[in-house]
């Protein structure tokens, strides 16, 4: 059972805008910094979002991430069929003293 | 470009030790502005941190894996290295190597396409 909770899965029509949430408690989201990845299967995952709200290099602006408290979005608009992949979020526990993920949420594109 | 390239056996049987090989290739692993981590998939989906390694060779493991494992490094061959010991069913998993800059929350901007150890008799 992953640390950080995330809905299994999330759908929306192409051009609409999707959230997934990503749920924790103090000792990781309330105190510390969210990252967001994207995974295809069988590829490298991709570095969505960090430090909360941060996008690198190349990523479009349809994504944007945000916290308040001891949870965690991710927002994407103007969904593409590319877009179809599993989303992760990810922080540090200071309680296990350790990098902890959410569980995954697979976005379907309908 | 950077890349990295995860190797090592796809096969072990139980109890024997896991061993692999990340090779960066686009970017010094000497770098002061990085460091370089382990991460594994489960057959279920779930991600889970198993620790990283400095340019100078100083480690940071998971608590819960901390004593089976050991991260190495080789900055003359751009490579560092996994080793896990007394490998279970459990240690089956897609295992990624990846790089860390140095922002808050340990964010990996590149990842391996990850290699697949399967732990079976």
């Known amino acids: 059972q992953s640390v950080l909770t995330q809905p299994p899965s999330v759908s929306a029509a192409p051009e609409q805008k999707v959230t997934i949430s990503c749920s924790g408690s103090s000792s990781n989201i309330g105190n510390g910094y969210i990252s967001w990845y994207q995974h295809l299967p069988g590829t490298a995952p991709k570095l969505l979002i960090y430090?909360?709200?941060k996008r690198p290099s190349g990523i479009p602006d349809r994504f944007s991430g945000s916290k308040s408290g001891t949870s965690a979005t991710l927002d994407i608009t103007g969904l593409q069929t590319g877009d179809a992949a599993d989303y992760y979020c990810?922080?540090?526990?200071?309680?296990?003293?350790?990098?902890?993920f959410g569980g995954g949420t697979t976005l379907t594109v309908l | 470009q950077v890349q990295l390239q995860e190797s090592g056996p796809g096969l072990l049987k139980p109890s024997q030790t896991l061993s692999l090989t990340c090779t960066v290739s686009?970017?010094?692993?000497?770098?002061?502005?990085?460091?370089w981590n382990w991460i594994r998939q489960h057959p279920e989906k779930g991600l889970e941190w198993i620790g990283y390694?400095?340019?100078?060779?100083?480690?940071y493991y998971n608590p819960s894996l901390k004593s089976r494992i050991t991260i190495s490094v080789d900055t003359s061959k751009n490579q560092f290295y996994l080793k896990l010991t007394s490998a279970t069913a459990a240690d089956t998993a897609i295992y990624y190597c990846?790089?860390?800059?140095?922002?808050?929350?340990?964010?990996?901007?590149?990842w391996g396409r990850g290699t697949l150890v399967t732990v079976s008799s």
């Open positions: 990846t790089r860390v800059p140095w922002y808050s929350g340990n964010p990996s901007d590149y």
């Open positions: 430090e909360n709200t």
């Open positions: 390694i400095f340019y100078g060779g100083n480690t």
């Open positions: 686009g970017d010094s692993i000497s770098s002061r502005g990085y460091y």
């Open positions: 990810q922080t540090w526990d200071t309680s296990l003293d350790a990098i902890v």
